[in-house]
């Protein structure tokens, strides 16, 4: 499937490559986390204006888990509590924290009318696989526990994330189906890493290597995983979990220049074939990350106002 940059994403990665900056495999977890960062600041489009945004801290057994709390000004009530969307962060993984995705969390707050919580899960390689899927879980079943005092309601709660973050909220979906957590309204999917064996043909398209090279998937992995065990493991690839029959309605988006385009599109057809309500959305001359980019990159505030619309009408 051959993929064609739309101009304004072909004139960015042109800014990257000038950029000079450094690849990501190059660099120390750390040192990426900064550098990716900063990005954001660069691309990220001027936030709609909240009615608050709050810190939260969730308990886990490993302590605490950090989250922030994002409230419209003009949410979606009904007796007195909003519907909630639990966001996890994309960044492979190993980068990206409630900063890097503070402005995505904001315009979804604002387009779906709904109060957003993002998950600060830990990192890997400080923190290894499963750390960051029981994070999610946790702070999942925590909110959802605690639901009216943070004036949410309990019954439209969705979860959704992008890229890594669309991993973790697909596992989410998976694991409150099976009784570890709680029933969930929706999943929002934003090309999701779906199959760490990597074998879609997107994997090897020069053309989709793009940001997200091909190396840089595999540095992620590398960091993630504790080994090739991993790759077999639902918790690490949803694709291969039993069954998908009985999940929530999923709105599923994919890029055209991404390496994870076939396995989230495969994902889709998935879900389809079990009986899920899917909206599947691609945008065929993006690439992967154009979503957090909408400052330099419209279709990323054409595809935030479409999630919002699809988060109103699922609740």
């Known amino acids: 499937m051959p993929a064609t940059l739309d101009p304004d994403a072909a004139a960015v990665f042109k800014a990257f490559q000038e950029a000079g900056r450094p690849p990501y495999e190059t660099l120390s977890p750390a040192e990426a986390r900064e550098f990716y960062l900063a990005g954001r600041v660069v691309s990220n489009p001027e936030p709609p204006e909240l009615e608050s945004v709050e810190p939260l801290s969730i308990p886990a057994p490993h302590g605490s888990i950090p989250a922030r709390v994002y409230t419209p000004k003009h949410p979606r009530k009904a007796d ?28 979804l707050a604002d387009e779906g009318q709904m109060i957003v919580i ?64 709680p029933a969930i309204a929706g999943q929002v999917l934003i090309y999701p890493a779906t199959d760490f064996a990597m074998t879609h043909p997107s994997h090897s398209e020069p053309e989709t290597s793009i940001l997200l090279t091909h190396s840089v998937i595999r540095w992620f992995s590398d960091h993630y995983l504790n080994g090739a065990a991993d790759v077999h493991d639902w918790r690490a690839s949803p694709a291969r979990a039993k069954t998908l029959i009985g999940l929530p309605p999923a709105y599923v988006l994919t890029a055209g220049a991404d390496p994870l385009r076939d396995e989230g599109d495969d994902y889709a057809r998935q879900l389809k074939e079990a009986g899920v309500p899917v909206t599947y959305r691609h945008f065929p001359g993006q690439f992967h990350g154009f979503f957090t980019m909408g400052k330099l990159l419209q279709q990323a505030n054409v595809a935030a106002s479409e999630i919002g619309i699809w988060l109103k009408a699922l609740n």
């Open 118 to 181: 993002s998950v600060d899960y830990r990192l890997a390689p400080e923190h290894k696989f499963p750390a960051a899927v029981d994070d999610a879980i946790d702070a999942t079943k925590w909110i959802a526990e605690n639901a009216k005092q943070l004036g949410i309601d309990a019954a439209r709660l969705s979860v959704g994330g992008d890229s890594a973050g669309g991993n973790l909220a697909a596992v989410v979906a998976i694991a409150a189906r099976d009784g570890n957590g």
């Open 80 to 107: 007195g509590l909003a519907p909630v969307l639990v966001f996890f962060h994309g960044g492979g993984w190993v980068i990206g924290d409630l900063d890097s995705h503070d402005v995505v969390c904001r315009k």
